[in-house]
């Protein structure tokens, strides 16, 4: 594979760990990284995460034929203002991680129309409470799933060439096409996030449990609050880039978690007898569904 | 620490590795257990995590006075039928290992009255989503935190007892009244059990999400929805127990989960403006809330 030079957009944990990948893959390659703010320069130098680096506003019109590789690791805002800018020829094959899909593939589908491109849009499902690019691993990518979603016109030599590129950092991939994919992970990844956060939200709004919380030295918490709220309130940024860009699919799910919520609260109205066969047949109904999603026993 | 004797009602993941805390720490103690069915004796001896097994039909009125301790390690209802039958005298110990307080408490405190007695409700914070004797470790108690409960009359000896034991398996105990535990408990135990089990349930009753799910060769969830659903459908009989026990709190918990979760669903309503500050504000306060109950930065 055919990679000497690579233009990272964004370097956070998933851009950074992108580069840490590179350099051990491909030890030539020659990494450029945009950024938006001096701040994280001098990690990304310390880290060897690019060998050059610029701020968005040094760099307005990249040449873009420069480079084998560019990918769009920022939010998806971001990504959809760039679109618009990229070459129409030649042979850089453009890349984003978005973790929703919808908007990126219409905007790429909307500029390069019945024109051939070379435009995969990805996600690397890898995402972590941590941020920034001091968080950087080499491995981050590796054994975990890439999904990959070509919009019309994306060549199939571009489409292929990414799916290697992915599966030579360690990454398995599949395809998915941009409605079922952001369906899907706002049902797998957005609501999960959602979740956590109003979980431990809820917590901090008892006053007994808050009470218990702060008179107690260790945590009062078990594993099970523990793994729960891990990812709640990590990286709002991100989180609000992704509940815009997948609003109504996001609002779908979690009406659908109301809604049968609703139905486990009303099972234990007081002055109703408690239905044990109704709960049961829900727990049972978790079980299967928990292990047809994770293809586990 | 006199501990010759100890009488272990139920011999699942949390008796069994209680059983197995207590030969590591006491390697004289003899081990007497009880048990529902037949079907777990045979790995509870091949595991030595008892001395001698009984069925419960088989040992209807124990001696209680042969043991240093007696623990309870089965569901909170028949806990609640076995404390009728306590001897009101001796010097044995006992305790239960229920996730729930108020209806242990309150049966003990009905039962013996102003009788001082050594009767401790206790509660570790160590479950698990495996089950059984098969599941039992030595170090399922190592620096897990075990919420002492003393009913009315409880002589101070027995607390303190307790307590020592406890800190002798590698625990480290807090007390709590039983109000306070259950409603404490509904928060950061109960509810994200439920959580996690409406989730999986949510995503199974997506077709877009499960046409995927299925045709996948390997899990296309993240880390996110991986630690969201261990937890789920887990144990459903211990689970149906502490619904009826805690039914009023765990009622609130998700009634206030319900109302937040409904007022984050609203701020996605299709035909409103994104409102950015106020999901800020809520993803801000979780990762606050989420620190004070973690202790974590």
Redesign the interface.
């Known amino acids: 594979m055919n990679l000497n030079r690579v233009l990272i957009y964004g370097m956070g944990l998933m851009g950074g760990s992108l580069a840490l990948s590179l350099r051990k893959k491909y030890p030539d390659v020659f990494i450029t990284a945009v950024i938006r703010s001096e701040k994280s320069k001098i990690t990304i130098l310390e880290k060897s995460l690019a060998n050059e680096v610029f701020l968005q506003k040094e760099l307005t019109s990249p040449d873009w034929t420069l480079y084998d590789l560019v990918v769009f690791s920022t939010p998806v805002e971001s990504i959809l203002q760039i679109i618009p800018t990229l070459p129409k020829s030649g042979n850089t094959i453009f890349m984003d991680l978005g973790s929703t899909k919808e908007t990126i593939v219409s905007a790429v589908e909307a500029y390069y129309g019945s024109n051939t491109h070379n435009y995969i849009s990805t996600h690397p499902?890898?995402?972590?409470e941590q941020v920034g690019p001091e968080a950087a691993v080499p491995d981050l990518y590796a054994d975990?799933?890439c999904?990959l979603t070509p919009p019309q016109s994306a060549s199939n030599e571009s489409l292929e060439w990414v799916r290697v590129f992915w599966e030579s950092v360690g990454s398995?991939t599949?395809e998915?096409d941009s409605?079922?994919h952001d369906?899907?992970l706002a049902?797998?990844?957005h609501?999960?996030?959602?979740?956590?956060?109003?979980?431990?939200?809820?917590?901090?709004?008892?006053t007994?449990?808050?009470?218990?919380?702060?008179g107690?030295p260790?945590?009062?918490?078990?594993?099970?609050?523990?793994?729960?709220?891990?990812?709640?309130?990590?990286n709002?940024d991100m989180?609000?880039s992704i509940?815009?860009e997948n609003?109504?699919f996001?609002?779908q799910?979690?009406?659908?978690?109301?809604h049968?919520?609703?139905e486990?609260?009303d099972?234990?109205?007081?002055d109703l007898p408690?239905d044990?066969g109704k709960?049961?047949k829900?727990?049972?109904?978790?079980?299967?569904?928990?292990e047809?999603?994770?293809?586990?026993k």
Chains 1, 2 share one sequence.
């Open positions: 499902m890898c995402g972590s975990k799933l999904i398995w599949m998915m409605k079922s369906e899907t049902n797998l990844s609501l999960p996030h959602v979740v956590s956060t109003v979980l431990v939200n809820v917590a901090g709004a008892n007994t449990t808050m009470k218990e919380v702060l107690s260790k945590p009062i918490t078990g594993g099970g609050f523990r793994d729960m709220s891990r990812i709640a309130g990590s709002p989180w609000i509940f815009k609003k109504s996001l609002y799910s979690i009406d659908e978690f109301i049968q919520l609703t486990v609260r099972l234990l109205k007081p408690f044990e709960i049961r829900f727990w049972e109904l978790a079980l299967l569904n928990k047809q999603i994770r293809k586990s």
